[in-house]
């Protein structure tokens, strides 16, 4: 039996290395310009077939086994996040305001082992792993107003070959090193993105009773979309609606003429869903119109939730125990509230998107994902390479 942990060890240098130059460079969705061209160039150097410019940044490989087979999809993440980094570390971010605080640049020095992995094993792998390098997985939105992983998609990633099987992962920094999460089912939550504009009538603090105030109508419309799963959504089901920005008026004696809310609502069940975006609807609408003011919405789909295939989820579960025989992984469903646009994939082609714990609470490396100091603990990442690998040949080799 093939030690893909022992492998993955052995290139710890080159992973470690690739990672902290990403970390040093890194780029936003879209952008991920000097990112894909190493990624190219490295899988060129392993004599794949590469394609470039996919979804404008994005980068795939194919490496064909010895023999017939299903056609396995492995994507990496390769964006950054427009956050000021604050880690203090020797590889901080030389791009101001932009860091990788989501563990991508892990992801895509991960992508890479595991292609080097999987090219000294063509002999024993059957049929196709298309290895895909992702652009704009943090809610960039990029051409026909699409994020990566949905442009990806619209644009045949999942064609010639046709993908059977999909395999995502990420470090996770809210468990630690040695913690793997392999869950069938709904494992990240299904997000919208929504707008409000409420419109009054504006005038002067000092005469609040000539104007019809939107931000007190805002006020109530915030309170009110709290009592959507408190009181819509059963207990023991999963769902959130948060208002995360609200701008309204310049001056502090002007009651001004119009507020803008922007939030997100999370779900994971279609049935759960349908219910919030219906109240959600009526809630701003009647509270708006009880107060006086107009009201326009925009709420859009930014990603589905991403529910695990059972069977790949059994196969993911079967690699694990091969590479790590003395780590019992975390079956429990759903792991986060947070979304992930791979979810688009999944929802073409059966897959399962599983978590690696990198959180080191003594080394300080245990802050949380889009924080300013977050880190990973590095011996993540052999783990992370060993168990993709291992999984994408399990899936390899479905019969």
Not at 60 to 68: H, N
Not at 245 to 256: L, Q
């Amino acid at each position: 039996m093939t030690d893909f942990y022992a492998e993955a060890l052995e290139l710890f240098d080159y992973t470690r290395s690739l990672r902290r130059d990403f970390h040093v460079h890194p780029e936003l969705g879209f952008q991920e310009v000097r990112t894909a061209g190493i990624v190219a160039k490295e899988l060129k150097e392993l004599g794949l077939e590469v394609s470039t410019g996919v979804a404008e940044t994005g980068v795939v490989a194919l490496v064909e086994g010895s023999r017939p087979g299903p056609t396995v999809l492995a994507r990496f993440d390769m964006d950054a996040l427009p956050i000021l980094e604050q880690t203090g570390a020797e590889y901080a971010s030389k791009n101001p305001g932009v860091m990788h605080a989501c563990g991508h640049d892990g992801h895509t020095a991960v992508g890479l082992t595991v292609a080097r992995l999987l090219n000294r094993h063509r002999d024993d792998l059957p049929g196709t792993v298309k290895l895909v390098f992702q652009p704009a997985e943090e809610g960039v939105v990029g051409p026909k107003g699409m994020g990566g992983a949905e442009l990806m998609v619209d644009e045949g990633v999942l064609e010639t070959p046709r993908v059977d099987y999909t395999l995502a992962l990420h470090v996770w920094n809210e468990k630690p090193v040695g913690w793997l999460g392999i869950a069938a089912g709904p494992v990240m939550a299904g997000a919208e993105f929504f707008k409000i504009t409420v419109t009054g009538k504006g005038g002067h603090g000092a005469v609040p009773h000539a104007s019809v105030d939107p931000v007190v109508a805002s006020a109530h419309i915030i309170t009110a979309l709290q009592s959507i799963v408190a009181r819509n959504v059963a207990p023991l089901k999963a769902a959130v609606v948060t208002v995360g920005s609200i701008h309204a008026g310049e001056a502090f004696n002007v009651i001004p003429q119009t507020v803008e809310m922007q939030g997100t609502i999370r779900t994971f069940e279609l049935a759960v869903r349908e219910t919030v975006l219906r109240r959600f609807e009526q809630v701003v609408r009647s509270t708006a119109d009880s107060l006086g003011c107009t009201v326009e919405m925009e709420v859009k789909r930014v990603t589905p939730a991403m529910i695990n295939d059972e069977a790949m989820t059994r196969k993911v579960l079967a690699a694990a125990k091969q590479v790590f025989p003395d780590t019992e992984a975390d079956t429990a469903p759903y792991v986060t509230m947070g979304s992930e646009d791979m979810a688009f994939m999944l929802e073409k082609a059966p897959g399962c998107y599983f978590f690696i714990g990198s959180a080191n609470a003594e080394k300080g490396l245990n802050y949380g994902h889009h924080h300013p100091k977050f880190d990973i603990d590095e011996a993540a990442l052999p783990r992370a390479a060993a168990l993709m690998t291992a999984a994408v040949m399990e899936a390899a080799n479905q019969v």
